[in-house]
């Protein structure tokens, strides 16, 4: 999920384009190339497989989603589920998934987990690890997280940091930044998904818990469309202080629900995407769908073609790292 306030962020947003994004797409043909170039990098970027990072599913009847409720997202107020992501991904090369919560009200907590669990055990889907949700500023954090510590499946932990309900400056509360440290011990991951202009109390966080692996997702939740040049100058200089550590990856997804819905194209999205490339470096960058949010602007596969187009003129071998060897590497994914 992704910036401000789902409600906010995802204001006036529309059923997925059809034709008028294709044609927008297809204007930004980028430079000329022969027609044998041009056959020869379409099969390689083609054959490349991908690992999804960022797979959200919900079934309504085993969760309840209440950021569901408003007007603004009611093309996602349904259940999604693994027949409707093999639908959306096919042909792509999907291989393997890794699950995201879905900001599922804090009572349905476990039994998200244990759907997921469920889920990657069947071995049926592309699905085969999770980052859950949790609540590190609770006082029954270190309980719940730790019963699921020695799952070969939970990867990490994620709570949304932009919603109303996460003041700025939660995440470097006490309880909260043990919590974080607890998570490093425990061999898992914590995802920053947070307002751009607040990556730089996420990379307070990360020095405070040098021990933990930290992910940050929607390439820093930067909206493509923003004018606001502070806001864009606070954002550079908090990822370029994130990518100095380490322990941090960066997520290249989520950033197409802030195009323009009927008039959007792969250079809108270039300016972010290159920046957190270049910022973070070819072996911590990884590909994330975010679907189905992203079908508020995009198919999955219209972003996928779109990401192509950005780094077509990429190494393949930075390609592939993008899309799938980095992921397989970051989260342990046999």
């Not at 709570?159 to 440290?181: D, K, M, T, W």
């Not at 602007?297 to 073609?305: D, G, L, M, N």
């Given at each position: 999920?992704?910036?401000?306030?789902?409600?906010?962020?995802?204001?006036?947003?529309?059923?997925?384009?059809?034709?008028?994004?294709?044609?927008?797409?297809?204007?930004?043909?980028?430079?000329?190339?022969?027609?044998?170039?041009?056959?020869?990098?379409?099969?390689?970027?083609?054959?490349?497989?991908?690992?999804?990072?960022?797979?959200?599913?919900?079934?309504?009847?085993?969760?309840?989603?209440?950021?569901?409720?408003?007007?603004?997202?009611?093309?996602?107020?349904?259940?999604?589920?693994?027949?409707?992501?093999?639908?959306?991904?096919?042909?792509?090369?999907?291989v393997?998934?890794?699950?995201?919560?879905?900001?599922?009200?804090p009572?349905?907590?476990?039994?998200?987990?244990?759907?997921?669990?469920?889920?990657?055990?069947?071995?049926?889907?592309?699905?085969?690890?999770?980052?859950?949700?949790?609540?590190?500023?609770?006082?029954?954090?270190?309980?719940?997280?730790?019963?699921?510590?020695?799952?070969?499946?939970?990867?990490?932990?994620?709570?949304?940091?932009?919603?109303?309900?996460?003041?700025?400056?939660?995440?470097?509360?006490?309880?909260?930044v043990?919590?974080?440290?607890?998570?490093?011990?425990?061999?898992?991951?914590?995802?920053?998904?947070?307002?751009?202009?607040?990556?730089?109390d996420?990379?307070?966080?990360?020095?405070?818990?040098?021990?933990?692996?930290?992910?940050?997702?929607?390439?820093?939740n930067?909206?493509?469309?923003?004018?606001?040049?502070?806001?864009?100058?606070?954002?550079?200089?908090?990822?370029?202080?994130?990518?100095?550590?380490?322990?941090?990856?960066?997520?290249?997804?989520?950033?197409?629900?802030?195009?323009?819905?009927?008039?959007?194209k792969?250079?809108?999205?270039?300016?972010?995407?290159?920046?957190?490339?270049?910022?973070?470096?070819?072996?911590?960058?990884?590909?994330?769908?975010?679907?189905?949010?992203?079908t508020?602007?995009?198919?999955?596969?219209?972003?996928?073609?779109?990401?192509?187009?950005?780094?077509?003129?990429?190494?393949?071998?930075f390609q592939?790292?993008?899309?799938?060897?980095?992921?397989?590497?970051?989260?342990?994914?046999?």
């Amino acid at each position: 999920m992704t910036m401000t306030s789902r409600r906010n962020f995802l204001e006036q947003a529309a059923m997925v384009v059809g034709g008028g994004l294709a044609a927008a797409f297809h204007r930004n043909e980028g430079p000329t190339l022969h027609a044998g170039e041009k056959k020869e990098r379409a099969v390689s970027a083609e054959a490349i497989p991908i690992i999804d990072t960022h797979q959200h599913l919900w079934d309504l009847s085993k969760l309840k989603l209440s950021w569901l409720s408003g007007p603004d997202v009611k093309t996602l107020n349904r259940s999604f589920v693994t027949a409707d992501y093999l639908q959306a991904t096919a042909g792509l090369n999907v291989v393997k998934a890794v699950y995201m919560e879905v900001d599922a009200d804090p009572e349905f907590h476990e039994i998200e987990a244990e759907y997921v669990i469920d889920l990657c055990k069947r071995g049926d889907s592309p699905t085969v690890a999770a980052v859950i949700s949790g609540r590190p500023n609770s006082p029954e954090f270190p309980r719940y997280i730790t019963r699921y510590a020695d799952n070969p499946y939970i990867k990490g932990v994620r709570q949304i940091l932009h919603v109303p309900s996460a003041q700025r400056g939660l995440c470097l509360e006490p309880r909260f930044v043990e919590s974080v440290r607890l998570l490093g011990k425990l061999g898992l991951r914590f995802d920053l998904c947070m307002r751009p202009g607040e990556i730089v109390d996420g990379v307070k966080l990360v020095e405070k818990c040098p021990q933990t692996r930290f992910v940050v997702d929607h390439c820093g939740n930067m909206d493509v469309r923003s004018k606001d040049k502070a806001l864009r100058e606070t954002w550079m200089k908090g990822m370029r202080e994130m990518a100095v550590r380490p322990n941090t990856v960066c997520k290249i997804s989520g950033i197409i629900v802030t195009a323009d819905k009927q008039n959007w194209k792969p250079d809108d999205l270039a300016p972010n995407v290159n920046f957190c490339l270049e910022t973070f470096g070819d072996d911590r960058v990884c590909f994330a769908g975010d679907w189905p949010v992203c079908t508020l602007t995009a198919s999955y596969k219209q972003w996928v073609e779109a990401l192509k187009w950005i780094v077509r003129d990429r190494p393949a071998e930075f390609q592939r790292k993008l899309f799938h060897d980095n992921a397989a590497k970051f989260y342990r994914l046999n």
